[in-house]
């Protein structure tokens, strides 16, 4: 025989409460899948697309199916059981995530499938199935809440003000409490948590037991998030407010600073400690020379995207009378780059902010701005426009350079012709030093940029950089002709660098 419909106040309230709980615990774990997808897949629009997709399109389905199952059993043990198993499920992600989506990237690279599509495999997977029986919750507490047709419209109105409420709750304890000081793990199971505590009102006292076993799990020590490969160790590893950073070092006794899914490092230290890299972090260091004497290096030079330091602490080396502002929108990588990366420098000084933000407010003059901002593979698309470079140029001393790190596919080059090409709308002369296979370096400028100059320049360097300047003015030449301007109002970065990510697999290029 099905229950009565909680009529009286008492049971209109636990009802309301479940709504509150379950709204807080839909769009919490929304936020907390994002961060659950970063350290594999990134942290770019594209991946936040397919997360809020997602979960809207269960919902939807959850309303449907949850509004049929709510007349055929109009109760509140009906509806405290959908709750229920969704808090097992949710419980059960943390847990599973990390064998399923270390074998769902690894499939995706068999398949050369991008992001777009791993991430949207992973997140139908992961919470979907959850996230629709949270959605059947709501058409149920409608219809044991709904006793006089009279009234639905304010019963209704009500609840799903009470369940909004709910939904603003989750996303602001998730985003600014629970992720940063619980992590994400603990994140799902406190929300996994709350679910089983307001599910056991409508059913046998045994279900106390699941709350229980919620306790039980949050307390259970977090292991390491993502391992790593043979023969490296992690060192360190943090999940901070923009994503999921590690410090790996190799069997070489190289230290390496990797962020989110770990497809690029972002900061180096060689195993002997020393200044040069062998790869794109010595171009910054010499690239100025081609505009400028060797006698005269920059007085003032600021870093977009410091990361674990890589390029400020070569600059304190090489060029201490270099005063150098390193910026980084994410205070622990540079907490990590003091830590294990050596970042030290006589007239250093770190800056915890967004790039353009930090440019626009500053009143400095630089000789030189270094853009090195990367969401791997993503470049933010505030810079890469118009406005940004215009932003910059306003920033340089007379002679002063810009220098951008274009990230890009092998032997993919739009990117850097896009750059390029808006380079030019705020500098007479732009110049590429393709660097690496992977990485190409845009120097743009209102003074002529010349490798002959750079060359001339080498020898009067220290005697570790000769080298290498002479290395970068071999390959300094004009930029790739093409590209469209970027503006603030149109900056499509992320889908040109999947559009060539996707040339890229088809063409059979590693």
């Not at 009286?8 to 509150?20: H, I, Y």
């Not at 594999?40 to 997602?54: E, H, K």
């Not at 969704?86 to 847990?95: D, I, N, T, Y």
Request: proline fraction near 7%; include cysteine.
């Amino acid at each position: 025989m099905s229950d009565p419909l909680p009529a009286s106040r008492g049971a209109q309230r636990r009802v309301q409460f479940v709504a509150f709980v379950v709204g807080a615990s839909s769009l919490g774990s929304e936020i907390a899948a994002a961060r659950l997808l970063a350290p594999y897949f990134g942290d770019s629009t594209l991946i936040w697309a397919n997360t809020i997709a997602t979960v809207l399109v269960a919902l939807s389905v959850g309303y449907w199916i949850g509004g049929r199952a709510a007349d055929r059993d109009p109760t509140l043990r009906g509806l405290c059981r959908l709750v229920m198993i969704a808090a097992a499920l949710m419980a059960a992600v943390p847990f599973v995530a990390g064998p399923f989506l270390r074998t769902a990237v690894s499939a995706m690279d068999a398949i050369q499938a991008g992001a777009f599509v791993g991430s949207l495999i992973a997140v139908l997977v992961l919470i979907a199935v959850p996230v629709l029986l949270l959605g059947m919750a709501s058409p149920y507490a409608v219809r044991l809440s709904v006793s006089d047709l009279d009234q639905a419209g304010t019963v209704t109105g009500r609840l799903y003000a009470i369940s909004t409420l709910g939904s603003l709750t989750g996303t602001f304890l998730s985003a600014l409490v629970m992720i940063p000081f619980l992590g994400t793990r603990r994140t799902f199971l406190v929300f996994a948590l709350s679910l089983a505590a307001v599910a056991v009102v409508g059913l046998a006292r045994r279900a106390v037991l699941a709350p229980a076993a919620c306790l039980v799990l949050i307390a259970l020590p977090v292991g390491t998030i993502k391992a790593a490969s043979p023969g490296s160790r992690v060192l360190d590893e943090a999940e901070t407010e923009y994503g999921y950073a590690r410090v790996v070092q190799r069997p070489t006794g190289a230290r390496w600073m990797e962020l989110n899914e770990g497809q690029a490092i972002h900061s180096i230290l060689p195993a002997d400690r020393s200044y040069l890299t062998g790869d794109y972090w010595d171009e910054p260091l010499v690239l100025p020379f081609a505009g400028r004497p060797a006698a005269d290096p920059p007085g003032r030079i600021a870093i977009l995207g410091n990361a674990g330091g890589t390029i400020a602490r070569a600059y304190g080396h090489f060029f201490p009378d270099t005063r150098v502002d390193a910026v980084e929108i994410d205070g622990k990588l540079t907490q990590m780059g003091r830590k294990w990366f050596d970042l030290t420098g006589p007239n250093l000084h770190t800056y915890t902010g967004d790039a353009r933000p930090f440019l626009r407010a500053s009143g400095a003059r630089y000789d030189m701005i270094l853009v090195d901002a990367y969401r791997q593979p993503y470049i933010p698309f505030y810079l890469t426009t118009r406005e940004f470079f215009a932003l910059c140029r306003d920033r340089l001393e007379p002679g002063g350079m810009v220098i951008i790190n274009v990230g890009h596919p092998e032997d993919s080059h739009k990117l850097e012709q896009v750059l390029g090409r808006t380079l030019e709308t705020s500098f007479a002369h732009v110049a590429r030093d393709p660097s690496e296979p992977t990485n190409s370096m845009l120097v743009a400028s209102n003074a002529p940029i010349s490798a002959d100059a750079l060359d001339a320049a080498a020898g009067s360097l220290p005697a570790q950089l000769r080298p290498v300047a002479r290395r970068a003015a071999a390959r300094l030449a004009p930029r790739l002709p093409g590209g469209e301007v970027y503006t603030d109002d149109r900056a499509p970065v992320e889908w040109l660098i999947d559009a060539s990510i996707i040339e890229v697999a088809e063409s059979g290029t590693p």
